[in-house]
């Protein structure tokens, strides 16, 4: 079993910046990749991005990799988003969620997810 704790999801102004977090529990969290994805009112779950077990390799979704960052430190169980010049269309719910699989865009090949963090950017 793997647990996921997000957390630092907030209001923010446009053109501002927020880092998520999500926490792992468990010595074994290096085995497994990790990916974001958002849930906006009224539209589709979307892929984010995703980062390998080491953190060596990372992968985007083209239109927002320019601004956002993905992260890991192992040694805290803990995988980062790191999100600037944030837009309103970037309001959403933002989910990580864990696979044994790298890289993967869809949600049905994640196998735990974290209880998801609110994202609200104000215009």
């Known amino acids: 079993q793997v647990q996921l704790v997000q957390s630092g999801g907030g209001l923010v102004q446009a053109g501002g910046s927020l880092r998520l977090s999500c926490a792992a529990s468990?010595?074994?969290?290096?085995?497994?990749?990790v990916g974001w994805f958002r849930q906006a009112p009224g539209k589709e779950r979307e892929f984010v991005a995703a980062?390998?077990?080491?953190?060596?390799?990372?992968y985007y979704a083209d239109f927002m990799k320019a601004r956002f960052t993905i992260s890991r430190d192992n040694a805290k169980n803990t995988v980062y988003l790191h999100m600037n010049s944030l837009r309103p269309e970037d309001t959403a719910v933002y989910y990580c969620?864990?696979?044994?699989?790298?890289?993967?865009?869809?949600?049905?090949?994640?196998?735990?997810w974290g209880q998801g963090t609110q994202v609200t950017v104000s215009s």
């Open positions: 980062i390998d077990w080491s953190g060596g390799r990372t």
């Open positions: 969620a864990a696979s044994t699989l790298f890289p993967r865009t869809a949600g049905r090949s994640y196998d735990y």
């Open positions: 468990g010595r074994t969290f290096s085995n497994y990749a």
